[in-house]
């Protein structure tokens, strides 16, 4: 039955409903309508699903899923999927503009913060607790600010748990106001324009995720400022608080890779005012999940392609789905000289810090097939002379293997020998002279 999305007013191509108004155009969007729980069944429903607009979750909008393929990122960037590295490394930050205004969509209803009002999804057994997965924190101090993704565990009402890693801008913007005995205040928005929810989840220099926001849409991204003087973009839900010097225990959590990542001490958020829309949706994002991967693993792509372009002709790269989107890469490259591939290896290191494994492939190898990946190391790597590890470096938190994110790297240079290409390329059959089937 078709039914108009029943999400309210479209704007811009730049908006939340914008975009899920598009994926119902186009028949991207399945509804349910039947009552949800938000505790562990929302989750297991939106596993292998494409985009889903929840109309009952305890009475409440959720979607989810809106970017969990490359297809979708795809299309919320505008960029071919194949040529998203490339295309997304040549985006100028500079390029993009901010448009300060004097109200948003989530002014509709403001009041004080109430977290059991929204369908926060608890999306595992043997979680912490329900957790917002998709909210932005944006941070100001100093005259400084950031906006990056961080899971928040519900801890009351107006209380959440924030896993901030350590030596990450809004970890730093904390350090440097509690140093100057302030606390730091902070948005949190939750339901953003995709283009906003990719940018802010980019390792981009500090103060700059909006810009690129707004350098990968083409327009403004229109910030509002909340009373206690940070600037946040539009949203269905937003809420002002500030982070002082109160911890709390936070997680276990099924991170990127489907695996727990369990308990630390971390800052908790006090919320001091909560801001929707009249009807807001509420975006989960399932922890690994194909959105979260789209949205914390992909977006290192452009930067490894960025950076492993000093050094040598790179083609692509590829957060492989084996590596669950962000601990393996693999960077094809037309290598030039036998010296190259180390270099691309330690490019890769240097641009994403959690990366565990890398590995450098010539132009015949398809990166996106695991197979292609697998040939390459079996026909093209002598382990002895081309693999290079780093023991007892910082990888990721995440990677169950490591001691709270100690681990060794390897990189694999799995390209041909110059000059004896011969021996490597593969012979393929071909059809006699005029022959055809
Ligand atoms: C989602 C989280 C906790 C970020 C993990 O950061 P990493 O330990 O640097 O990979
Ligand atoms: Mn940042």
Same mark, same amino acid.
């Given at each position: 039955?078709?039914?108009? %999305?029943?999400?309210?007013?479209?704007?811009?191509?730049?908006?939340?409903?914008? @975009?899920?108004?598009?994926?119902?155009?186009?028949?991207?969007?399945?509804?349910?309508?039947?009552?949800?729980?938000?505790?562990?069944?929302?989750?297991?429903?939106?596993?292998?699903?494409? +985009?889903?607009? &929840?109309?009952?979750?305890?009475?409440?909008?959720?979607?989810?899923?809106?970017?969990?393929?490359?297809?979708?990122?795809?299309?919320?960037?505008?960029?071919?999927?194949?040529?998203?590295?490339?295309?997304?490394?040549?985006?100028? %930050?500079?390029?993009?503009?901010?448009?300060?205004?004097?109200?948003?969509?989530?002014?509709?209803?403001?009041?004080?913060?109430?977290?059991?009002?929204?369908? #926060?999804?608890?999306? &595992?057994?043997?979680?912490?607790?329900?957790?917002?997965?998709?909210?932005?924190?944006?941070?100001? @101090?100093?005259?400084?600010? *950031?906006?990056?993704?961080?899971?928040?565990?519900?801890?009351?009402?107006?209380?959440?748990?924030?896993?901030?890693?350590?030596?990450?801008?809004?970890?730093?913007?904390?350090?440097?106001?509690?140093?100057?005995?302030?606390?730091? +205040?902070?948005?949190? /928005?939750?339901?953003?324009?995709?283009?906003?929810? #990719?940018?802010?989840?980019?390792? /981009?220099?500090?103060?700059?995720? @909006?810009?690129?926001?707004?350098?990968?849409?083409?327009?403004?991204?229109? %910030?509002?400022?909340?009373?206690?003087?940070?600037?946040?973009?539009?949203?269905?839900?937003?809420?002002?608080?500030?982070?002082?010097?109160?911890?709390?225990? =936070?997680? +276990?959590?099924?991170?990127? $890779?489907?695996?727990?990542?369990?308990?630390?001490?971390?800052?908790?958020?006090?919320?001091?005012?909560?801001?929707?829309?009249?009807?807001?949706?509420?975006?989960?994002?399932?922890?690994?999940?194909?959105?979260?991967?789209?949205?914390?693993?992909?977006?290192?792509?452009?930067?490894? &392609?960025?950076?492993?372009? =000093?050094?040598?002709?790179?083609? *692509?790269?590829?957060?492989?789905?084996?590596?669950?989107?962000?601990?393996?890469?693999?960077?094809?490259?037309?290598?030039?000289?036998?010296?190259?591939?180390?270099?691309?290896?330690?490019?890769?290191?240097?641009?994403?810090?959690?990366?565990?494994?890398?590995?450098?492939?010539?132009?015949?190898?398809?990166?996106?097939?695991?197979?292609?990946?697998?040939?390459?190391?079996?026909?093209?790597?002598?382990?002895?002379?081309?693999?290079?590890?780093?023991?007892?470096?910082?990888?990721?938190?995440?990677?169950?293997?490591?001691?709270?994110?100690? $681990?060794?790297?390897?990189? #694999?240079?799995?390209?041909?020998?110059?000059?004896?290409?011969?021996?490597?390329?593969?012979?393929?059959?071909?059809?006699?002279?005029?022959?055809?089937?």
């Amino acid at each position: 039955m078709e039914r108009s %999305l029943s999400v309210g007013g479209v704007s811009s191509s730049m908006s939340f409903r914008g @975009f899920l108004h598009a994926l119902q155009e186009a028949g991207h969007l399945e509804e349910v309508d039947r009552p949800v729980s938000p505790s562990l069944e929302a989750a297991a429903l939106s596993v292998g699903a494409g +985009p889903l607009l &929840f109309n009952n979750v305890d009475g409440k909008k959720c979607c989810m899923n809106l970017l969990g393929t490359r297809d979708l990122l795809a299309r919320a960037l505008g960029i071919p999927r194949e040529d998203m590295a490339k295309a997304l490394a040549e985006i100028d %930050l500079a390029g993009g503009w901010i448009r300060e205004v004097d109200s948003s969509p989530f002014m509709e209803a403001v009041g004080e913060p109430d977290l059991t009002a929204l369908p #926060i999804l608890t999306h &595992f057994r043997g979680d912490g607790g329900p957790y917002i997965t998709s909210g932005i924190v944006v941070s100001a @101090f100093g005259g400084k600010t *950031n906006a990056s993704v961080h899971r928040m565990m519900v801890l009351g009402k107006d209380r959440v748990a924030a896993r901030l890693v350590p030596g990450r801008h809004t970890s730093m913007l904390l350090q440097e106001a509690l140093a100057a005995g302030e606390r730091l +205040p902070v948005g949190i /928005v939750i339901g953003v324009d995709p283009l906003v929810l #990719i940018a802010a989840s980019t390792r /981009v220099p500090l103060g700059m995720e @909006f810009q690129y926001a707004s350098a990968l849409s083409g327009s403004p991204v229109e %910030l509002v400022a909340l009373d206690n003087g940070v600037f946040v973009p539009s949203a269905e839900i937003a809420f002002e608080g500030y982070i002082d010097g109160e911890r709390a225990s =936070e997680g +276990p959590f099924v991170d990127i $890779t489907g695996t727990r990542d369990f308990p630390r001490m971390e800052p908790v958020i006090h919320l001091s005012k909560m801001m929707t829309r009249e009807v807001p949706i509420y975006h989960a994002l399932l922890p690994s999940g194909g959105e979260h991967k789209m949205l914390m693993g992909v977006p290192y792509e452009p930067l490894i &392609f960025r950076a492993a372009s =000093e050094v040598a002709e790179v083609k *692509n790269v590829l957060l492989t789905e084996g590596g669950c989107s962000y601990l393996h890469a693999a960077v094809q490259i037309k290598k030039r000289s036998e010296a190259e591939p180390g270099k691309v290896i330690d490019a890769a290191f240097e641009a994403h810090k959690s990366l565990k494994h890398v590995i450098v492939v010539d132009e015949d190898v398809d990166i996106y097939s695991p197979e292609e990946l697998e040939y390459a190391v079996a026909t093209r790597v002598k382990g002895d002379e081309d693999m290079v590890l780093y023991p007892n470096v910082r990888g990721s938190t995440l990677d169950p293997r490591s001691v709270d994110g100690i $681990t060794t790297k390897v990189g #694999i240079d799995a390209t041909m020998t110059l000059g004896e290409e011969e021996k490597f390329l593969r012979v393929r059959p071909v059809l006699p002279e005029g022959r055809t089937f």
